[in-house]
Nanobody
Framework: QVQLVESGGGLVQAGGSLRLSCAASGSIFSINSMAWYRQAPGKQRESVAVITHYGGTNYADVVKGRFTISRNNTENTVFLQMNSLKPEDTAVYYC????????????????WGQGTQVTVSS
């Protein structure tokens, strides 16, 4: 059983910073891409940032230059450093990962964390 557990959310003023962490645990052979999504009230879940196993990254246009995704493959963790936060960044942030549970299983499965609330006050 694989679990993703996020931490680091909270309340911050506009212009401030937060760092989100997500740790994967359980039966893990390898992790392909890891990502952060967010969902604001009344809106669809959207991709924020993604990072490949080898460190390639991609960001949503609305966070480019402000957010940085990184990962530690040894510890099966992914991070999201969020700077210059804006009220429109307020959302529940979800960790996402594509994980192979064992070497005999060729296709990875998609896993989600439970979400962590980020609230940015104006």
């Amino acid at each position: 059983q694989v679990q993703l557990v996020e931490s680091g959310g909270g309340l911050v003023q506009a212009g401030g910073s937060l760092r989100l962490s997500c740790a994967a645990s359980g039966s893990i052979f390898s992790i392909n891409s890891m990502a952060w999504y967010r969902q604001a009230p009344g809106k669809q879940r959207e991709s924020v940032a993604v990072i490949t196993h080898y460190g390639g990254t991609n960001y949503a246009d609305v966070v480019k230059g402000r957010f940085t995704i990184s990962r530690n493959n040894t510890e099966n963790t992914v991070f999201l450093q969020m700077n210059s936060l804006k009220p429109e960044d307020t959302a529940v942030y979800y960790c996402n990962a594509w994980i192979r549970e064992h070497p005999l299983k060729a296709a990875p499965g998609e896993y989600w964390g439970q979400g962590t609330q980020v609230t940015v006050s104006s």
